[in-house]
């Protein structure tokens, strides 16, 4: 591969699509450079993106393969549940563990590019929520290559870019139209020394080894469970960044993981509401079926008890709706009913 800059990892998650309409078309087909892309994705993503990249595009746009070299000119996009990682001359398409509840993620493209191409690197980070990304960014800084995002201002989702930018500091801020034309300046630009690929290292993301077994790793330093697998989190300090990995390689930011434990939470919530209205109607039946027998008493006592379940749910459900009338106070009416007929 040519020397200089001539790595370009680019990430981002909503409204990156709409930027890379605008980068990918800029770029001319003699740039010397190989691009790098993921943008997060369902596992059964239709696997679109690089026919409809490759109708603007001078470059070869395509879904990067296991094992395949490293060419110049081409664009190689991470598929729909597979991470992209970047090796010595080749690429990785792995099904690891995921990071930040994604795969694939940002995080093991920009780092595994920062590790083996060091400052050869130009990482982009476009339109996005929450903060993937942030730590590859850092990788990628402290290994010498450039930071590029998309302006805050101009991302439909301003999260990711706005991340790196208060966390680790960007080299060019700038609007997606002029991104292209930043890189293909960038490339052309010859660097001081730029050096061979360093030697291969096994990233965590291609899922191959347990940190279990690992000697010298300490015991995990957090209370916290892995939302994925329910394995220990080791808790990791990176400067300004609070990162959690679990012994199997899930991953999260202190971000992503609060998010994960609030989807958590409400699935724990409306669990409850579930079976305290089940339990409600179960008290119900048995009142009724005591009265009909004649023992009012304990009809009595299981009626209080249906009343007891029935306020607890609706308490729970107006925390969870924000609501102040909880379902008690609301008629079932006929637009309802006939969801259930």
Not at 60 to 87: C, F, M, N, Q, S
Not at 164 to 193: F, K, N, P, W, Y
Not at 244 to 260: E, N, Q, V
Not at 289 to 301: E, I, L
Request: proline fraction near 6%; aromatic fraction near 6%.
């Amino acid at each position: 591969m040519a020397e200089g800059r001539d790595i370009i990892v680019i990430g981002g998650s909503a409204g990156a699509i709409e930027a890379l309409n605008e980068i990918l078309p800029g770029l001319e087909k003699d740039v010397p450079a190989a691009v790098f892309v993921v943008i997060h994705s369902g596992q059964q993503g239709p696997r679109l993106l690089a026919s409809i990249f490759q109708r603007s595009s001078a470059l070869g746009v395509r879904y990067a393969k296991d094992r395949e070299p490293i060419e110049l000119g081409t664009v190689y996009l991470a598929p729909p549940d597979r991470h992209l990682i970047i090796k010595p001359g080749e690429l990785r398409v792995v099904r690891g563990p995921k990071e930040n509840n994604f795969r694939p993620a940002i995080d093991p493209l920009f780092r595994s590019a920062a590790y083996t191409y060091g400052p050869r690197v130009i990482g982009v980070l476009l339109s996005g929520l929450m903060d993937d990304g942030t730590y590859g960014m850092s990788q990628i800084k402290q290994q010498g290559g450039l930071v590029v995002i998309q302006s805050p201002e101009d991302a439909k989702q301003p999260d990711m870019p706005r991340s790196v930018m208060d966390r680790v500091g960007a080299d060019h801020v700038v609007m997606s139209s002029e991104i292209a034309a930043l890189l293909t300046e960038l490339v052309r630009a010859d660097l001081e020394s730029s050096g061979r690929p360093g030697d291969e290292q096994l990233d965590v993301s291609e899922g191959l080894v347990s940190a279990i077994c690992i000697p010298g790793v300490p015991p995990p330093t957090s209370p916290f469970i892995c939302p994925d697998c329910g394995g220990a989190l080791w808790e990791q300090r990176d400067g300004e960044m609070l990162r959690y990995r679990c012994h199997t390689g899930h991953g999260f930011t202190a971000a992503t993981l609060f998010g994960r434990q609030t989807d958590e939470l409400e699935h724990a919530l409306w669990a409850s509401v579930r079976l305290l209205e089940e339990q409600g109607e179960l008290q119900r039946r048995m009142a009724e079926r005591w009265q009909s027998r004649g023992n009012d008493q304990v009809g009595a006592r299981f009626q209080s008890n249906a009343k007891d379940r029935e306020q607890a749910a609706d308490l729970i459900r107006t925390m969870l709706t924000g609501q102040k009338d909880g379902l008690s106070k609301v008629k079932t009416g006929p637009s309802i009913r006939q969801e259930y007929m």
